[in-house]
Antibody, heavy 120, light 110 residues
Framework: QLQLQESGPGLVKPSETLSLTCTVS??????????WGWIRQPPGKGLEWIGN???????YYNPSLKSRVTISVDTSKNQFSLKLSSVNAADTAVYYC????????????WGQGTLVTVSS | QSALTQPASVSGSPGQSITISCTGT?????????VSWYQQHPGKAPKLMIY???IRPSGVSNRFSGSKSGNTASLTISGLQAEDEADFYC??????????FGGGTKVTVL
């Protein structure tokens, strides 16, 4: 049973870089069966897809965030990470890490989510 | 990329059936059978209810069903129950190799 858990700072200053890590258990992050990704949800608003990574090197990003986003994999720790640079208040959101089965449209499972607030 | 269009709210009485629509374009919903639906209760992570237009994951009630016609996908909840009250989101793959979500629909059980 695949399980995902986000970790990282809950408060980031404007103009700095938001960094989050997702630890995968119950499966290998090197598996070709899954894409690994991030989705966020600003308080009181809807879901926004941030990006996915496949097989440790193929990345796909939301065009609106592409210039600021990096998703990478650490196979030695069975983790993947999100870096979002030059953050501002609009980046305040609950950030979820997710897995997506290759060849399918389903994002499942999801991590529990972590709230990141951008404020000085 | 533009968000998929969902009604802001849908309501129904217990036992009734309701349908939530999700409208996109031929570059997303209409072009691929990769439409999924997620249920989100307040303060909780979204839960997968339907994927690949009409496939129900193990453990999801058969009261939930999905379909698609042209550029519009639909989620139907039959035999509405109090526990179904939640926000629902659709998502779709796009021709740009990205994913897009709908704005969300609040389901209210009267």
């Amino acid at each position: 049973q695949l399980q995902l858990q986000e970790s990282g700072p809950g408060l980031v200053k404007p103009s700095e870089t938001l960094s989050l890590t997702c630890t995968v258990s119950g499966g290998s992050i090197s598996s070709t069966s899954y894409y690994w990704g991030w989705i966020r949800q600003p308080p009181g608003k809807g879901l926004e897809w941030i990006g996915n990574i496949y097989y440790s090197e193929n990345t796909y990003y939301n065009p609106s965030l592409k210039s600021r986003v990096t998703i990478s994999v650490d196979t030695s720790k069975n983790q993947f990470s999100l870096k979002l640079s030059s953050v501002n208040a609009a980046d305040t959101a609950v950030y979820y890490c997710v897995s997506k089965f290759a060849g399918s449209g389903r994002f499942d499972p999801w991590g529990q989510g972590t709230l990141v607030t951008v404020s000085s | 990329q533009s968000a998929l269009t969902q009604p802001a709210s849908v309501s129904g009485s217990p036992g009734q059936s309701i349908t939530i629509s999700c409208t996109g374009t031929s570059s997303d919903v209409g072009g691929y059978n990769y439409v999924s639906w997620y249920q989100q209760h307040p303060g909780k992570a979204p839960k997968l209810m339907i994927y690949d237009v009409s496939i129900r994951p193990s453990g999801v009630s058969n009261r939930f069903s999905g379909s698609k016609s042209g550029n519009t996908a639909s989620l139907t909840i039959s035999g509405l129950q109090a526990e179904d009250e939640a926000d629902f989101y659709c998502s779709s793959y796009t021709s740009s190799s990205t994913w897009v979500f709908g704005g969300g629909t609040k389901v209210t059980v009267l």
